[in-house]
């Protein structure tokens, strides 16, 4: 029941996106791959938008690395 959670159904969502959007990202015979990225993708990282990586059991450098790349993540 778990790979139908994790795998199966996200496979289906991303065919069903899409054949909803390439009609709408192609136009005069040419698509815009990086517009249909953006429809595609956006319900798979509507949920990492607000994700905070809290930097536990590292070291100094570590944290300062993590917390750095939580913030670029957030720009």
Same mark, same amino acid.
């Given at each position: ?17 899409? !054949?909803? @959007?390439?009609?709408v990202?192609?136009?005069d015979?040419?698509?815009?791959? @990086? ?6 993708? @956006?319900? @798979? ?14 070291? !100094? ?10 913030? !670029?993540?957030?720009?």
């Amino acid at each position: 029941m778990e790979i139908i959670k994790k795998v199966i159904l996200p496979v289906v969502l991303v065919g069903l996106l899409l !054949l909803m @959007f390439y009609p709408v990202c192609s136009v005069d015979g040419t698509t815009d791959y @990086f517009m249909l990225w953006i429809l595609v993708g @956006f319900p @798979f990282g509507v949920r990492r938008m607000c994700l905070w990586l809290i930097p536990k059991n590292y070291g !100094l450098s570590g944290s300062i690395g993590i917390l750095l790349l939580t913030a !670029l993540s957030e720009v």
